[in-house]
Each structure stands twice: as structure tokens, then as C-alpha cells.
């Protein structure tokens, strides 16, 4: 599981950075920022998912990955503005465009597993 969850989080530490880095964060802090953010808000949706395998507070579907991955984002944001101080409604594009990004990379990923 560990193990499973490290390499989620590099993955999605990869794809949500260049990401930002494209939509023109390239300062230090800035990268710094969307890596921190990342430490955050990944291994707690990952270990959710895991508690949730386990314990079977809900049942899974696509329904609520998506709320879950909503839940994500408004975080992502919320803490994009609050630590970058930068234009909200960029902050929200900015968080959707990496979060569908990181996610679409990793349906690719596991479709070819």
C-alpha cells in the first residue's frame, strides 16, 4: 500500500508541476507551493480510498471519485489563492486543468498496466 501511495503521489507531484509550470508558474515558490499542496491533499485522498476499501464506509463508483476529486480541486484552490495570492478564478482553472490532468494521466497509466 505504501508503496502504491508513494508513487501515486510522485506521479501526480509530475504532472500537476509541469502543469503549473505551463500555465506560467515557474517561480520557486510557486513550484514549492504546488508540491506542498500536492503532499497534502494526495496521500489523504489515497488513504481515504484505502480506509475505504477496507472499512466500506460508502460504495465506490464513478460518482464518487468524481466528488471526491471535486473535493480535491476546491482544496487545491483554496490553498493555490491562500498561498500564492494570486487571482481566484485563475487559481480554480489552474487546480481543474491539474487535477483533470493528473487524474487522465493516470486512467492512462492503469488502462495500460
Same mark, same amino acid.
Request: aromatic fraction near 12%.
Given at each position: 500500500?505504501?508503496?502504491?501511495?508513494? +508513487?501515486?503521489?510522485? $506521479?501526480?507531484?509530475? /504532472?500537476? *508541476?509541469? +502543469?503549473?509550470?505551463?500555465? !506560467?508558474l515557474r517561480?520557486?515558490? @510557486?513550484?514549492s507551493a %504546488? %508540491?506542498? $499542496?500536492? +503532499? $497534502?491533499?494526495?496521500?489523504?485522498l489515497n488513504?481515504?480510498?484505502? =480506509?475505504?476499501?477496507?472499512?466500506?464506509? +460508502?460504495?465506490?463508483?464513478? !460518482?464518487?471519485?468524481? %466528488?471526491? @476529486?471535486?473535493? /480535491? /480541486?476546491? /482544496?487545491?484552490?483554496?490553498? =493555490? %489563492?491562500?498561498?500564492?495570492?494570486?487571482?481566484?478564478?485563475?487559481?480554480?482553472? =489552474?487546480?481543474?486543468?491539474?487535477?483533470?490532468? *493528473?487524474?487522465?494521466? !493516470? =486512467?492512462?497509466?492503469?488502462? *495500460?498496466?
Open positions: 500500500m505504501i508503496n502504491e501511495m508513494i +508513487v501515486a503521489l510522485l $506521479i501526480t507531484i509530475l /504532472v500537476e *508541476s509541469m +502543469v503549473a509550470r505551463l500555465a !506560467g517561480q520557486r515558490h @510557486e513550484s %504546488v %508540491v506542498c $499542496i500536492n +503532499v $497534502i491533499t494526495n496521500p489523504a488513504y481515504f480510498l484505502w =480506509l475505504n476499501a477496507y472499512y466500506r464506509f +460508502v460504495d465506490m463508483n464513478l !460518482g464518487i471519485i468524481y %466528488v471526491l @476529486e471535486a473535493l /480535491v /480541486v476546491l /482544496v487545491e484552490w483554496r490553498l =493555490l %489563492v491562500f498561498t500564492l495570492r494570486r487571482d481566484p478564478k485563475r487559481m480554480l482553472a =489552474l487546480s481543474l486543468l491539474m487535477n483533470f490532468c *493528473s487524474y487522465a494521466f !493516470g =486512467l492512462l497509466l492503469l488502462s *495500460s498496466l
